[in-house]
């Protein structure tokens, strides 16, 4: 069976072609850089299919134009894809290295089709440059590979080594095959495997891409369904979540909770309105958050009240924790209307024992002491245990 290669790669480029558009037009639906790199994305489409609708002239125009230009618009569209795509991975573009990889690749095209014409020096050139740009490509997908990996970016690794198996079967064509130097329009296996595959690219790399956007959004929504908006922590929702999951997987004695609150916090918000009262409380998050260890969760459980939870931690040592952010919060200043500010706040601490069966009864213990505390005269740290808070004396300081 004939196969019109010239057809194919006009084929390609109509995709391509279609494609641009409708990705462009989905781009205002989208913000930030997922809008940036979704328009990178339509763009290649355009050059991709301008480059390979001028290859696809090869012999009907200049080699100007079907070799020089037509390689160096496609050079450009793989630095770009690369660029869309690391983008949206979130990992630095490295524009620098992607032109130094299209340049020097295109340079070495055009030389070596007219200065000093040789077919197989290209595709090894050629080869040489798209290896640089899958390299970039598959570099930060390789985390899918891990168990419980990206299937979105499984499916673009696919699409990718696709593509770099056609290069490569054309390479090994020209250096172990029967024909020693045959044209790119030229129906010989290697040419065909290739040309079928890049006709069809286009549509695999957009689906892809696509499913990683939506995959990413997804995830993205997800945070902020769990994330309080004004301070950047946890909210109540994702905290019930992290309590039942840390105390499913606790032993008893091993899991303590500390319940904050900020001493006269309406003060604050009838002198400086809640606009200044939402900067007090951004800024404690922030105080806060700073002093907790690697594995404690910080959250907002409502109005100027925080939780934090604490996995592996025996009352004695959530004392100490809750003295540190007491000390913490009492020398954090915030500027308000030109003056700086100031407040307290109030710990109530509560560990894990024996009777503890769900995380609500804990908890429902530390808001009991947080009240304790503030009965017995704001900015201390109270608890109902046994155990009495340590004082400020010997504590040391965040950072310390």
């Known amino acids: 069976m004939h196969i019109d290669l010239v057809t194919l790669s006009l084929v390609g480029a109509l995709q391509a072609l279609l494609l641009a558009p409708l990705l462009l037009a989905a781009t205002r639906a989208y913000t930030g850089v997922a809008r940036q790199s979704l328009r990178i994305w339509g763009t290649v489409l355009v050059l991709q299919a301008l480059g390979w609708a001028l290859m696809g002239a090869r012999g009907q125009i200049s080699d100007w134009f079907s070799i020089v230009l037509a390689n160096g618009i496609l050079m450009v569209s793989y630095a770009e894809t690369a660029r869309a795509l690391r983008l949206l991975l979130g990992v630095p573009p490295r524009r620098g290295l992607l032109a130094a990889i299209g340049i020097g690749g295109w340079l070495g095209i055009v030389w070596f089709a007219q200065v000093q014409p040789d077919y197989p020096m290209r595709v090894y050139i050629a080869t040489a440059s798209l290896g640089g740009f899958l390299l970039l490509l598959l570099w930060p997908l390789r985390h899918a590979l891990r168990p419980g990996g990206s299937s979105a970016q499984r499916v673009m690794l696919l699409v990718l080594l696709g593509a770099a198996a056609g290069w490569f079967f054309h390479l090994g064509e020209l250096v172990f095959g029967d024909v020693p ?28 891409f696509l499913l990683m956007y939506n995959e990413m959004a997804q995830a993205e929504l997800r945070r902020l369904a769990r994330t309080d908006p004004l301070t950047g922590t ?44 939402d900067r007090m409380l951004a800024a404690l998050a922030r105080g806060i958050g700073g002093c907790l260890r690697k594995d404690d969760v910080l959250g907002r459980v409502g109005g100027e009240e925080f939780l934090v939870l604490l996995p592996d931690t025996g009352i004695d040592d959530a004392l100490v924790l809750a003295e540190r952010l007491r000390m913490a919060a009492a020398r954090l200043q915030v500027v308000l209307d030109g003056e700086p500010q100031s407040v307290t706040v109030s710990i109530g601490a509560a560990a894990r024992d024996a009777t503890d069966t769900e995380p609500a009864t804990l908890i429902h ?20 245990e046994a155990t009495p808070p340590a004082p400020a004396r010997d504590v040391a300081e965040c950072g310390d």
């Not at 999951?245 to 002198?271: C, E, W, Y």
């Not at 213990?365 to 109902?384: E, H, I, M, P, S």
């Open 234 to 277: 946890l909210n109540r929702l994702a905290l019930d979540e992290m309590a039942q999951a840390l105390f499913q997987r606790a032993t008893p004695h091993s899991g303590a909770v500390l319940m904050i609150d900020v001493d006269h916090f309406k003060t604050i918000n009838d002198r400086f309105g809640h606009a200044g009262g």
């Open 181 to 208: 130097a045959p044209g790119l329009l030229d129906a010989t296996p290697g040419n065909v495997a290739q040309m079928i595959y890049s006709a069809m690219e286009p549509v695999f790399a957009s689906v892809g």
């Open 365 to 384: 213990r530390a808001d009991r002491a947080l009240y304790a505390a503030k009965n017995a005269g704001r900015n201390r740290v109270a608890t109902l």
